[in-house]
T-cell receptor
């Protein structure tokens, strides 16, 4: 069964500082990995995805993530935090892109706060 | 606008009642997924439909049911509601998950 671990529930950084949000996954097959962002009172927006192509994935809003199979990790980074990055971030995994294995399994989420 | 439409946005109802949540997927997407988001359980997968047929079931209670209609919109029916059913219910759609899902803005259900 697939699973996602996001350590910690809250990360606080200063504006302009590096953002690092950690995600580790468990999957019995080569996974598809995703990061979503949720702003208050809104739905989830796809930030980026890994689907077995390049291991370094670039997403929207300056975010990127690197797939490391040996570490079963897919950490999200951004070189310089902006106030508008404050939100909740979810890492998710699926084991297929069609059929019953295409459902997403989400981590618990991490709340990112950005200090002025 | 993500292209996935969920109605209503907010719903307040009493315990024991039944409600129906509606989702219209993005044009061209055949798969619809329902998720429940609560503070204690996080985002939980409920059920998936593909082109009208149920494909996968997750942590969906027997009091809950869903269906996908020929026009591909989907409805999630919640009955005998309990206080603990209060949550955000999201619908997402995709052609395949390789591109990631598109989520709707959710229905916030409050059971009082």
């Amino acid at each position: 069964a697939q699973s996602v671990t996001q350590l910690g529930s809250h990360v606080s950084v200063s504006e302009g500082a590096l953002v690092l949000l950690r995600c580790n996954y468990s999957s019995s097959v080569p996974p598809y990995l995703f990061w979503y962002v949720q702003y208050p009172n809104q739905g989830l927006q796809l930030l980026l995805k890994y689907t077995s192509a390049a291991t370094l994935v670039k997403g929207i809003n300056g975010f990127e993530a690197e797939f490391k199979k040996s570490e079963t990790s897919f950490h999200l980074t951004k070189p310089s935090a902006h106030m508008s990055d404050a939100a909740e971030y979810f890492c998710a995994v699926s084991e297929g892109y069609t059929g019953a294995n295409s459902k997403l399994t989400f981590g618990k989420g991490i709340t990112l706060s950005v200090r002025p | 606008d993500s292209g996935v439409t969920q109605t209503p946005k907010h719903l307040i109802t009493a315990t024991g009642q039944r409600v129906t949540l509606r989702c219209s997927p993005r044009s061209g997407d055949l798969s619809v997924y329902w998720y429940q988001q609560s503070l204690d359980q996080g985002l939980q997968f409920l059920i998936q439909y593909y082109n009208g047929e149920e494909r996968a079931k997750g942590n969906i209670l027997e009091r809950f049911s869903a269906q996908q209609f020929p026009d591909l919109h989907s409805e999630l029916n919640l009955s005998s509601l309990e206080l603990g059913d209060s949550a955000l219910y999201f619908c997402a759609s995709s052609i395949t998950s390789r591109g990631g899902y598109t989520f709707g803005s959710g229905t916030r259900l409050t059971v009082v």
